[in-house]
């Protein structure tokens, strides 16, 4: 199994709302990342979680609450969401924490109303 | 900050033509990978080359690193309609954190049937 899987594939929700994003692989990888991408710009990392331990942190506002309950699965918790973090959100997870190939998921389409 | 340019920013070609993307960075790196994107989904890992090869072959594709002009590039030969695609390069930089790739800005390709 090569998959990364995300859901939900979109999602919509006002600035007062809670909602989680979810990620999963089973490649038995060590690192997983979560990617905020905008229309027509290249992914830009927000958090890397190496052997199920926040290793990177982009300085990414509190709003936005990682969590690796295991090592198959991640987290991104919203909160108190801005219209400007409507984006692609992708989660990827490489073998290893180093520099590896990385494998995406399919992304979810955040809108914030 | 994204350490990666591309050139061209955009690339239309016709079937059969042959499709050449470079891409620029600053640091000392560990290895560059190319990865695709169809619109609006997840990336898909195409090849990765080390700081110490030159040149790495994949089916169609070819690339080349140059870390002397910190400079790579990605042909496609045979272009078909199915590889019209975003196309990214990524660093990982040599006295970086584990796992960080940095995303050049990306060659958007269109191949006409």
């Known amino acids: 199994d090569t998959e990364v899987t995300q859901t939900p594939k979109h999602l919509v929700m006002g600035m007062t709302n809670k909602k989680s994003l979810k990620c999963e692989q089973h490649?038995?990888?060590?690192?997983m990342y979560w990617y905020k991408q905008k229309a027509k710009k290249p992914p830009e990392l927000m958090f890397v979680y190496s052997y199920e331990k926040l290793s990177i942190n982009e300085s990414v506002p509190s709003r936005f609450s990682p969590e690796c309950p295991n090592s198959s699965l991640l987290n991104l918790h919203l909160h108190a969401l801005q219209p400007e973090d409507s984006a692609l959100y992708l989660c990827?997870?490489?073998?290893?924490?180093?520099?590896?190939?990385?494998?995406f998921g399919p992304g979810t389409r955040l809108l914030v109303l | 900050s994204q350490q990666g340019e591309e050139d061209p920013q955009a690339l239309s070609i016709q079937e059969g033509e042959n499709a050449t993307m470079n891409c620029s960075y600053k640091?000392?790196?560990?290895?560059l990978q190319w990865y695709r994107q169809n619109s609006g989904r997840g990336l898909v890992h195409l090849i990765l080359?080390?700081?110490?090869?030159r040149e790495k072959h994949s089916g169609r594709l070819r690339v080349t690193l140059d870390t002397s002009k910190k400079s790579s590039s990605l042909l496609i030969t045979a272009s078909r309609a199915a590889d019209t695609a975003s196309y990214f390069c990524?660093?990982?930089?040599?006295?970086?954190?584990?796992?960080?790739?940095?995303f050049g800005q990306g060659t958007e390709l269109s191949v006409k049937p």
């Open positions: 990524a660093t990982g930089a040599l006295y970086n954190q584990g796992g960080k790739l940095i």
């Open positions: 640091t000392s790196i560990n290895n």
């Open positions: 080359i080390r700081s110490n090869e």
């Open positions: 990827a997870s490489s073998q290893g924490p180093n520099q590896e190939t990385q494998y």
């Open positions: 490649m038995g990888h060590r690192a």
